[in-house]
């Protein structure tokens, strides 16, 4: 074990199963295999530290049974802990436009502690963070890593690229107070030095946003923004560095651009096209399609705060992108499951789940959506996304079967992550 913390919930769950064994023979009713979309019938998994070794049934147990610990879930379902690719865990839900501005960078980050938590108990055990300023979301990821906090496995942005005046600038106040986001960088040669500034301080991936948006006071949701010229200088400069770049895009025209700049995933896409679609079934672009969030904008969003603008643009932003979605998924596009959680609350992640299903997935569609698909993404499916031998431990449990009832993800009663049980 890696440190205090861990040791202590570690030594927690196993105290609670009666020994200090290192290795743990987790059973169940079934298992969800994501890889190959089928349901295994009473499985075993040999967990030691805080990977998986062995993936097995109850019935070839017999060599472990009297040498390790057992944790059995009667009447659950076993699912490699889910992966959301678009979270803000250090933005409050209940703070938007206006609101939001009386909230430091500090105060933000002390409220993701709960945020992450949150997250981490309804079963999502690795996110994306993509769009944090004052590198909250750094300082966030390095206490989980350190064990000093209880959150998910995160892979974070730092604050995002954006044009001056655009969706990723801070456009709520008038000239004289200088209000500037802080990824904002105009030009090729600015969004470079922009993308090296954020790995500088410890960016995961690169969050640029490419259009307008739903939530930004002043800009038009379908509208390029970046240019080609400067969306590939900065993509090109991630990509040299190792980092994958996530598109903030909602318009086909600035869909369209990033994907042939060579981004790997497109987030929202609300009004893709046939083109873009094209586009991203020949560059293998993943898309990320936020089709709970709306729900929360238009139902809970004015008594949060969101300005009357924004409530209008997703009015006419939300039901185009279901309908999309569903086009998106039917031609085959590759899908990650991005929620947006932080415009709505943290810990609610997994209801994106029924709606995909809703709007055209089957539900183990939409399960590999998250987990083996965002894995993928990040280009860690040798460690994360399934439950397989030589991963992370990243395992969660829900009563009954999902397949047949996707919204059982919406209670998850098990949690572990890198074998250590965090709920149960
Ligand atoms: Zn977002």
Redesign the pocket.
Same mark, same amino acid.
């Given at each position: 074990m890696k440190n205090a913390l861990r040791y202590f919930l570690a030594a927690a769950s196993l105290a609670a199963l009666g020994s200090h064994a290192d290795t743990i023979v987790l059973s169940a009713d079934a298992m969800v295999d994501v890889e190959s979309g089928k349901l295994i019938q009473n499985p075993a998994i040999i967990i030691e530290d805080d990977k998986i070794v062995s993936v097995t049934t109850q019935d070839a147990l017999s060599d472990f049974s009297e040498a390790t610990q057992r944790i059995e879930l009667k009447g659950k379902t076993l699912l490699p802990g889910l992966m959301d690719m $678009?979270t $803000?865990l250090t933005s409050d839900p209940h703070e938007h436009g206006y609101k939001r501005l009386a909230t430091s960078q500090n105060r933000a980050l002390l409220k993701g502690v709960g945020y992450a938590e949150a997250t981490l108990m309804a079963g999502v055990t690795t996110v994306r963070n !993509? #769009?944090a300023g004052g590198y909250t979301d750094v300082a966030l990821r390095d206490a989980i890593n350190d064990g000093e906090l209880v959150g998910p496995r995160m892979f974070v942005s730092g604050p995002s690229l954006g044009i001056t005046g655009g969706h990723c600038d801070s456009n709520l106040l008038p000239p004289e107070y200088k209000a500037k986001g802080q990824g904002v960088a105009d030009g090729p040669w600015e969004a470079v030095a922009k993308v090296r500034e954020n790995i500088k301080y410890g960016a995961d991936v690169i969050k640029v946003c490419a259009t307008g948006g739903v939530l930004s006071k002043g800009t038009k949701v379908g509208a390029q923004q970046y240019s080609f010229e400067e969306m590939k200088a900065l993509v090109d400069e991630a990509h040299r560095r190792g980092l994958i770049v996530a598109a $903030?895009a909602h318009g086909a025209e600035g869909i369209n651009n990033a994907i042939r700049a060579g981004v790997d995933s497109i987030?929202h896409g609300s009004f893709v096209d046939k083109e873009g679609i094209k586009l991203a079934k020949k560059n293998g672009t993943y898309f990320s399609m936020?089709i709970y969030v709306t729900e929360y904008i238009l139902g809970e969003g004015e008594a949060a705060g969101i300005l009357e603008e924004s409530l209008a643009k997703e009015r006419m932003t939300g039901e185009t992108q279901r309908e999309n979605f569903r086009k998106a998924h039917d031609a085959g596009i590759k899908m990650v499951m991005g929620t947006?959680a #932080? !415009?709505y609350p943290h810990g609610d992640n997994l209801k994106q789940l029924s709606r995909m299903v809703t709007f055209g997935m089957t539900p183990i569609e939409a399960l590999q959506a998250a987990s083996i698909n965002g894995a993928t993404l990040l280009k860690k499916e040798k460690e994360l996304g399934s439950i397989a031998e030589g991963k992370y431990a990243d395992i969660i449990a829900v009563d009954g079967n999902p397949l047949d009832d996707i919204s059982l993800l919406e209670d998850v009663s098990f949690v572990m992550k890198d074998g250590v049980v965090y709920k149960q």
């Amino acid at each position: 074990m890696k440190n205090a913390l861990r040791y202590f919930l570690a030594a927690a769950s196993l105290a609670a199963l009666g020994s200090h064994a290192d290795t743990i023979v987790l059973s169940a009713d079934a298992m969800v295999d994501v890889e190959s979309g089928k349901l295994i019938q009473n499985p075993a998994i040999i967990i030691e530290d805080d990977k998986i070794v062995s993936v097995t049934t109850q019935d070839a147990l017999s060599d472990f049974s009297e040498a390790t610990q057992r944790i059995e879930l009667k009447g659950k379902t076993l699912l490699p802990g889910l992966m959301d690719m $678009h979270t $803000h865990l250090t933005s409050d839900p209940h703070e938007h436009g206006y609101k939001r501005l009386a909230t430091s960078q500090n105060r933000a980050l002390l409220k993701g502690v709960g945020y992450a938590e949150a997250t981490l108990m309804a079963g999502v055990t690795t996110v994306r963070n !993509v #769009g944090a300023g004052g590198y909250t979301d750094v300082a966030l990821r390095d206490a989980i890593n350190d064990g000093e906090l209880v959150g998910p496995r995160m892979f974070v942005s730092g604050p995002s690229l954006g044009i001056t005046g655009g969706h990723c600038d801070s456009n709520l106040l008038p000239p004289e107070y200088k209000a500037k986001g802080q990824g904002v960088a105009d030009g090729p040669w600015e969004a470079v030095a922009k993308v090296r500034e954020n790995i500088k301080y410890g960016a995961d991936v690169i969050k640029v946003c490419a259009t307008g948006g739903v939530l930004s006071k002043g800009t038009k949701v379908g509208a390029q923004q970046y240019s080609f010229e400067e969306m590939k200088a900065l993509v090109d400069e991630a990509h040299r560095r190792g980092l994958i770049v996530a598109a $903030h895009a909602h318009g086909a025209e600035g869909i369209n651009n990033a994907i042939r700049a060579g981004v790997d995933s497109i987030e929202h896409g609300s009004f893709v096209d046939k083109e873009g679609i094209k586009l991203a079934k020949k560059n293998g672009t993943y898309f990320s399609m936020d089709i709970y969030v709306t729900e929360y904008i238009l139902g809970e969003g004015e008594a949060a705060g969101i300005l009357e603008e924004s409530l209008a643009k997703e009015r006419m932003t939300g039901e185009t992108q279901r309908e999309n979605f569903r086009k998106a998924h039917d031609a085959g596009i590759k899908m990650v499951m991005g929620t947006d959680a #932080g !415009v709505y609350p943290h810990g609610d992640n997994l209801k994106q789940l029924s709606r995909m299903v809703t709007f055209g997935m089957t539900p183990i569609e939409a399960l590999q959506a998250a987990s083996i698909n965002g894995a993928t993404l990040l280009k860690k499916e040798k460690e994360l996304g399934s439950i397989a031998e030589g991963k992370y431990a990243d395992i969660i449990a829900v009563d009954g079967n999902p397949l047949d009832d996707i919204s059982l993800l919406e209670d998850v009663s098990f949690v572990m992550k890198d074998g250590v049980v965090y709920k149960q």
